[in-house]
């Protein structure tokens, strides 16, 4: 850890923006640059499906205390990174370099339950399943490695009762914050699309994360909600957890982010501060070479070069057609 970048730090909490753009100030804005007090570090991680290389990532570290986006066009490889880091798949290259950490724990072998006990939770989308049980009863599972680490311990003293009434308290209390409360015995299917995400953060929260990995946890969500949503995710950051998410609306990610980082092609193509990355000719590139729909968030992003190169491809596509009749 360098001296000089070290100075804020995410223990109490990165409320103050001007702190965090002092902290962020510091990193270099290129990819696998060097964070003064990284909780993920990620080095070597491949996977191929048969001959097409999924992901290739050479080195990635994680902010503590701040909010990371990390972006992409489609098929860039964000969740499948997003499934090896968490234990739900292996790399190509496990055993053979692959290495990754969390808060300074070695995860490379770990089952991804062992992963959430470390700190590291995902939300997951609410499956037919989960759908089909009250909200409650989600937030109850939420809880459950947190449980089974202790349950024969509990039986054992026949403590049991008490730790469910417990857990069920702390549920109570975060299905309160994100004003779910009303709906706790309503299946969880029934829910709006903004309240199966806020649904969704709550259930992972159960477990008292360090670091919450939200997968574009935006879509589907009516604009009003999406404020809302967008709040909850700033105020966890400003008590002081880490988040790491993956989202294609380029004007949640300019709202929300300290950080970002962009993949294209499975590797790291960028990483800066929001504005940063997005004028980035490498990233520009990346998603007009996807022929991503993607609206970057900022029309001043098409810029005369940008532009240009469209018209050209058009120009050539139309002079294809044209040969082609
Ligand atoms: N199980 C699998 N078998 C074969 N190919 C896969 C598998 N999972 C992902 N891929 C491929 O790996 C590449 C990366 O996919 P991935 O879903 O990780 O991208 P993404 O960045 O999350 O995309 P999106 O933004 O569209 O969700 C894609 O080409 C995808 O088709």
């Not at 100030?25 to 990284?38: L, R, T, V």
């Not at 294809?320 to 009749?325: G, I, L, R, S, V």
């Given at each position: ?15 103050d ?7 962020t ?14 909780i ?14 999924a ?10 205390g701040?909010?990371t ?16 880091i968490?234990?739900?798949d292996?790399p190509?290259?496990?055993g ?19 992963v959430?006990?470390?700190g ?17 009863e ?10 089974g ?24 209390e975060?299905?309160?914050r994100?004003k ?10 029934s829910?709006?699309?903004?309240q199966?995400?806020?649904l969704e ?12 990995m ?12 999406t404020q ?7 105020s966890?950051?400003?008590?002081g ?32 501060p929001?504005?940063t990355?997005?004028?980035d ?9 996807a022929?991503h ?6 029309d ?18 139309r002079e ?6």
């Open positions: 850890m360098s001296d000089q970048m070290a100075q804020p730090t995410a223990a109490s909490g990165m409320a923006p001007a702190a965090r753009r002092a902290l100030g510091g990193f270099a804005p290129e990819p696998g640059s060097a964070k003064p007090d990284p993920l570090v990620v080095d070597n991680i491949v996977r191929q499906f048969g001959g097409m290389t992901v290739d990532v050479g080195h990635l570290e994680v902010q503590r701040l909010i986006a990390l972006i992409g066009p489609n098929g860039a490889g964000k969740t499948t990174f997003f499934n090896l968490t234990g739900f292996r190509t290259t496990a053979k370099g692959a290495h990754w950490a969390f808060d300074g724990r070695t995860l490379d072998k770990t089952s991804a339950s062992s959430a006990r470390a590291m939770v995902r939300t997951f989308q609410l499956t037919k399943a989960l759908s089909a049980m009250t909200v409650i989600n937030m109850m599972l939420g809880a459950q490695d947190q449980a680490e202790n349950l024969f311990k509990s039986m054992f003293r026949g403590t049991w009762a008490k730790q469910e009434r417990e857990i069920e308290a702390k549920a109570d975060l299905l309160g994100f779910l409360y009303e709906k706790k015995h309503d299946y969880a299917g829910l709006s699309g903004g199966r995400k806020l953060m709550a259930r992972a929260l159960m477990s008292d994360p360090k670091m919450i939200l997968d574009e946890p935006m879509a589907g969500v009516n604009p009003a909600l809302s949503l967008l709040g909850h995710v700033q966890l950051r400003d008590e957890m880490t988040v790491l998410f993956v989202e294609h609306d380029m004007h949640v990610v300019r709202h929300i982010s300290d950080w970002v980082a962009v993949m294209a092609e499975g590797k790291l193509v960028a990483e800066g929001a504005d990355v997005m004028s000719q490498a990233v520009i590139d990346a998603y007009l070479g022929h729909d993607t609206d970057l968030g900022d001043a992003l098409l810029t005369d070069e940008a532009i240009e190169e469209l018209e050209e491809e058009v120009a050539a596509e294809a057609e044209e040969e082609t009749k």
